[in-house]
């Protein structure tokens, strides 16, 4: 079984960047892709972003795509969400999840751990 905490989140002003942090413990992180989805209040979890097992694929949701970048480092068992340009349609609780198997997944039914969340809040 992985552990997954989230960390990063926070209070920032549009137009502002944050970086998200998912530090994993358990299972060997290599093994599998990763994924950050959303969740604002009042609307279902959306998917945001993937990246397989070993790094060099990704998949974005249009919502974010050229502005967010996902991005992991195997020897820290770590994985990152960087979102530059944030909007207050940005504001959600973001939560990392590791997926059952090594290629980017989309679907939240395809991750079978989740994080606590982090919360973004984006101020106009």
């Known amino acids: 079984q992985v552990q997954l905490v989230e960390s990063g989140g926070g209070l920032v002003q549009a137009g502002g960047s944050l970086r998200l942090t998912c530090a994993a413990s358990?299972?060997?992180?290599?093994?599998?892709?990763m994924g950050w989805f959303r969740q604002a209040p009042g609307k279902e979890r959306e998917f945001v972003a993937s990246?397989?097992?070993?790094?060099?694929?990704?998949s974005y949701a249009h919502s974010v795509q050229g502005r967010c970048t996902i991005s992991r480092d195997n020897a820290k068992n770590t994985n990152y969400l960087q979102i530059n340009n944030l909007t207050p349609e940005d504001t959600a609780v973001y939560y990392c999840?590791?997926?059952?198997?090594?290629?980017?997944?989309?679907?939240?039914?395809?991750?079978?751990?989740w994080g606590q969340g982090t919360l973004v809040t984006v101020s106009s």
């Open positions: 999840a590791a997926a059952t198997v090594r290629d980017v997944m989309v679907e939240d039914t395809d991750y079978y751990t």
């Open positions: 358990g299972r060997t992180f290599s093994n599998y892709a």
């Open positions: 990246v397989s097992a070993s790094g060099l694929t990704s």
